[in-house]
């Protein structure tokens, strides 16, 4: 069935015009594209979103490396949805990404285990909580049963 994931575009790749359109490509071939838009978040914003880190090492860089330029985010519709945006943005930190899977987004573009280019949320539970995040008018169910 079709399954609802948000994915964001880091300020890495933002900030490097053909990069972004690369992942902007890819994301067109593999999904339907719901709804899309640009901000750059305030670090209030970053540490909200990334609450759940609060405490670990990388905290700290997390949060002001993403309200440190502006970002793209995507409710994107699909098989799997979840899973497949994950597989294709590949491990998170840089390392194994560009050793073990030099296919993915991550293994392409990540700078580092921060500035990793994308996210993508990781089960149901949190693809439902990050688009209300991004998108508060957002209707899942509406758009699900639309004609
Ligand atoms: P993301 O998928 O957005 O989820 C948490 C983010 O924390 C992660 O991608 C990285 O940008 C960042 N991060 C930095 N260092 C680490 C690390 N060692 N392990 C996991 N996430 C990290």
Do not use: C
Not at 68 to 74: C, D, E, N, T, W
């Amino acid at each position: 069935a079709l399954q609802l994931t948000l994915a964001v575009v880091k300020p890495d790749a933002v900030a490097h015009p053909l990069i972004l359109e690369a992942l902007h490509q890819k994301i067109l071939q593999n999904f339907i594209i719901v709804r899309k838009k640009d901000l750059m978040w305030r670090t209030e914003d970053s540490e909200r979103f990334y609450a759940e880190h609060a405490g670990r090492f990388f905290y700290q860089r997390l949060v002001e490396f993403m309200s440190s330029g502006p970002m793209r985010v995507y409710i994107l519709a699909r098989e799997d949805a979840i899973t497949y945006w994950r597989g294709m943005m590949g491990p998170t930190k840089v390392f194994r990404a560009r050793f073990t899977s030099p296919d993915t987004l991550r293994g392409q573009y990540g700078l580092t285990d921060t500035r990793n280019t994308t996210h993508g949320s990781d089960s149901v539970y949190s693809a439902k909580r990050e688009i209300s995040f991004f998108f508060p008018e957002f209707n899942a169910d509406e758009w699900m049963s639309r004609e």
